[in-house]
T-cell receptor, first 113, second 112 residues
Framework: GNSVTQMEGPVTLSEEAFLTINCTYT??????LFWYVQYPGEGLQLLLK?????DKGSNKGFEATYRKETTSFHLEKGSVQVSDSAVYFC????????????FGKGITLSVRP | ETGVTQSPTHLIKTRGQQVTLRCSSQ?????VSWYQQALGQGPQFIFQ???????GRGNFPPRFSGLQFPNYSSELNVNALELDDSALYLC???????????FGPGTRLTVL
């Protein structure tokens, strides 16, 4: 079946540091890939997505590239802010009859001033 | 444009009771998916409703059931509550069944 593996957390960075959060996946076929962010006490917000190999999703300074050869979708940001502190989830969806999402466990990012 | 809304925000029940959670989809969206997020875990897919019909189900027992109404809002019903049902329940809507999902704020259910 499908699965998503995220690097172990938590991650603590200083403001303006470079961020990389690793994500790899296992799937049959050609899934769409997503990063969702969850701020404390809130639901999930879509951060970015990519629907085919070599696509780059980007939003709010975050980027991730769909790498089919390494089955990865790593999230990067060049300069993090305190407001980026949240839990980040990598997810995939099949292009089948429904778009059910399979999530990784999530990783908590804390950014210090 | 109104986003996905869920009610109630928080709920406390005891073992064996039944609960109904509600979700209003984003304007124009005809598909609603429900997820369970246990503490410290990623969300797990419960089921999806597309145009009032169940359109896929995850690995959850039959005591988890749902409904979608003609206006595409949805309910999640859980019977015979167990302690392990304590979680954040998330609803997501999408424009069509295979489209990007947008999440509501969730309902926090505590079972004592």
């Amino acid at each position: 079946g499908n699965s998503v593996t995220q690097m172990e957390g938590p991650v603590t960075l200083s403001e303006e540091a470079f961020l990389t959060i690793n994500c790899t996946y296992t799937a049959t076929g050609y899934p769409s890939l997503f990063w969702y962010v969850q701020y404390p006490g809130e639901g999930l917000q879509l951060l970015l997505k990519a629907t085919k190999a070599d696509d780059k999703g980007s939003n709010k300074g975050f980027e991730a590239t769909y790498r089919k050869e390494t089955t990865s979708f790593h999230l990067e940001k060049g300069s993090v802010q305190v407001s980026d502190s949240a839990v980040y989830f990598c997810a995939l969806s099949d292009l089948g009859a429904n778009s059910k999402l399979t999530f990784g466990k999530g990783i908590t990012l804390s950014v210090r001033p | 444009e109104t986003g996905v809304t869920q009610s109630p925000t928080h709920l406390i029940k005891t073992r064996g009771q039944q609960v109904t959670l509600r979700c209003s989809s984003q304007s124009g969206h005809n598909t609603v998916s429900w997820y369970q997020q246990a503490l410290g875990q990623g969300p797990q897919f419960i089921f999806q409703y597309y145009r009032e019909e169940e359109n896929g189900r995850g690995n959850f027992p039959p005591r988890f059931s749902g409904l979608q109404f003609p206006n595409y809002s949805s309910e999640l019903n859980v019977n015979a509550l167990e302690l392990d049902d304590s979680a954040l329940y998330l609803c997501a809507s999408s424009l069509e069944e295979a489209d990007t999902q947008y999440f509501g704020p969730g309902t926090r259910l505590t079972v004592l």
